[in-house]
Each structure stands twice: as structure tokens, then as C-alpha cells.
T-cell receptor, first 115, second 113 residues
Framework: GAGVSQTPSNKVTEKGKYVELRCDPI?????LYWYRQSLGQGPEFLIY????????DSGLPNDRFFAVRPEGSVSTLKIQRTERGDSAVYLC?????????????FGPGTRLTVT | GNSVTQMEGPVTLSEEAFLTINCTYT??????LFWYVQYPGEGLQLLLK?????DKGSNKGFEATYRKETTSFHLEKGSVQVSDSAVYFC????????????FGKGTLLTVNP
């Protein structure tokens, strides 16, 4: 079946611009996660959705970052006033439910470059 | 706080060599432990997992045992292949009411023929 998809695969933007990154989870998965992976590092947690609500947004670095999941399926990560330090690969993952026993399936990521 | 310390790479081996990648973790509660793999040009994939102490996860010839007393989850394979060349990430989830993953920095493995 279809896996997690993310669009766009690459995004280049100028400093100060607004960007949106989209994630389509596996159908029927209620839990959705966003992570950020900087060069040479492991992914770092940003936010977790259970259904439509953000159950844990403790990883969002500041208030320029925001994410939504209005219908409990597709999610959008929004970054305002982008900075060069935001350049990274943004990963989305989904799992059947938000329990420790269910595997998180990762998408291919969106590579964001802020110039 | 929660963290994963993973053996730094890069690691370069010849085909059929024995592989160990060390991983230790600092976590509260009763985490589940994972190894993820990222092959060149591909996304992160779960390689194996263990959900309680003394469990052994295994897949594709790789093994790792959940050692609570040493807070370790070392990855091993008896005979590596060129196709095992990838970046390997040790990770755990923090349990509780959500299961976000905490990752190590990753170890690049290159296997030469």
C-alpha cells in the first residue's frame, strides 16, 4: 500500500519568507509526527498529533513554527519568517496509534534550504 | 534529560566482517528501543526493535538486546554485506502518553567488497 508521502521533496526559499510543508500519512494512521534532521544529526522531534489535536508540541523551536492537522489525516507544517538556521530535512512519520508498540513509518522528507 | 549516545562513525568494514555499533541511552520510565536504517537515497526504515528488558530484536541478520542494567542496545551482525552500507540510528521512545522518538546522531557504515 501507499506509504507516507511528503511534498515538496525540495524547497528553496529566501530568508524571511513563509513556507508550508505537507505530509500525507498512511491511511488509517491516527498518530502523526514531525521531525527535523540537520546535516550529520539524527532526527529531532518537533510535534505529535493524535487525531486532529497536537498532543505534544514541545519540540517546536519557537513561535515561527506551527503545524495543523484539521481533519485528522493530512498535516501541514508552517514556518514563518524563515531563517538560514531552519535549513534541514523535515520528516513526517505516522503510526497506527500513538503507543510505544506501533512502528512509526517515515516519509522521504522535505529538504528545506533557506538562502 | 533523555538522550542517546551512539558510536561515532564512519565505520568501514570488508564484506563478511563482524559488525558492532554501540548504543547507550538515558531515559525515564520504560522505553522501547529501536534501530532505524537509512539507505542511500531512501527514507528511514525500522530495522529492529525491543520493547522490554532482555528482549532481543532481530531482522536481516542484525540483532540487538535490550540491556536495562547497562542501558544499552548494541547492534550486531555476524557477516556484513556490501548492501548493508547505510546510516544506522539508535532510538527510543519515551513512553508515557506519547511516543515520540529520541534518536542518536547516526553511524555511517560502509562495507567494501
Amino acid at each position: 500500500g501507499a506509504g507516507v508521502s511528503q511534498t515538496p521533496s525540495n524547497k528553496v526559499t529566501e530568508k524571511g519568507k513563509y513556507v508550508e510543508l505537507r505530509c500525507d500519512p498512511i491511511s488509517g494512521h491516527t498518530a502523526l509526527y514531525w521531525y527535523r534532521q540537520s546535516l550529520g544529526q539524527g532526527p529531532e522531534f518537533l510535534i505529535y498529533f493524535q487525531g486532529t489535536g497536537a498532543a505534544d508540541d514541545s519540540g517546536l523551536p519557537n513561535d515561527r513554527f506551527f503545524a495543523v492537522r484539521p481533519e485528522g489525516s493530512v498535516s501541514t507544517l508552517k514556518i514563518q519568517r524563515t531563517e538560514r538556521g531552519d535549513s534541514a530535512v523535515y520528516l513526517c512519520a505516522s503510526s497506527l496509534t500513538g503507543t510505544q508498540f506501533y512502528e512509526q513509518y517515515f516519509g522521504p522528507g522535505t529538504r528545506l534550504t533557506v538562502t | 534529560g533523555n538522550s542517546v549516545t551512539q558510536m561515532e562513525g564512519p565505520v568501514t568494514l570488508s564484506e563478511e566482517a563482524f559488525l558492532t555499533i554501540n548504543c547507550t541511552y538515558t531515559a525515564t520510565g520504560y522505553p522501547s528501543l529501536f534501530w532505524y536504517v537509512q539507505y542511500p537515497g531512501e527514507g528511514l526504515q525500522l530495522l529492529l526493535k525491543a520493547t522490554k528488558a532482555d528482549d532481543k530484536g532481530s531482522n536481516k541478520g542484525f540483532e540487538a538486546t535490550y540491556r536495562k542494567e547497562t542501558t544499552s542496545f548494541h547492534l550486531e551482525k555476524g557477516s556484513v554485506q556490501v548492501s548493508d552500507s547505510a546510516v544506522y540510528f539508535c532510538a527510543f521512545n519515551s513512553g508515557g502518553s506519547n511516543y515520540k522518538l529520541t534518536f542518536g546522531k547516526g553511524t555511517l557504515l560502509t562495507v567494501n567488497p
